[in-house]
């Protein structure tokens, strides 16, 4: 069974930058392990941000304009540690954020599935 736990949130200022960490126990980074960035606003559905294979370091985002050119999925695999770094901060990127995982020789994109998730963490940004 793996672990989730998010870190990192808080508020910030529109244009301010953040940076979620979300730290794996109970299974290793290998090339076995998908895990991903979702986020929930209020009142919407919850999306996919981006998904990277730990072994390979191999990323799928989201075709958004939300996120893309702002947000940056990395991993440190020694850590066992996931990073969401998150620049030029919008109101509209207010949500819960939440790591997920999978146990997975398949591909590793944002449309999972994934089977372990974290409890979330939230980003509030004002204008």
């Known amino acids: 069974m793996v672990q989730l736990v998010e870190s990192g949130g808080g508020s910030v200022q529109a244009g301010g930058s953040l940076r979620l960490s979300c730290t794996a126990s109970g299974y290793t980074f290998n090339d076995n392990i998908c895990i991903g960035w979702f986020r929930q606003g209020p009142g919407k559905e919850r999306e996919a941000i981006a998904a990277i294979r730990t072994g390979t370091g191999y990323t799928d985002y989201i075709d958004s304009d939300s996120v893309k050119g702002r947000f940056t999925i990395s991993r440190d695999s020694a850590a066992n540690t996931l990073y969401l770094q998150m620049n030029n901060l919008q109101p509209e990127d207010t949500a819960m954020y939440y790591c997920?995982?999978?146990?997975?020789?398949?591909?590793?994109?944002?449309?999972?599935?994934?089977?372990?998730w974290g409890q979330g963490i939230l980003v509030t940004v004002s204008s």
């Open positions: 997920a995982a999978v146990i997975t020789g398949a591909d590793c994109t944002t449309g999972g599935p994934f089977k372990y």
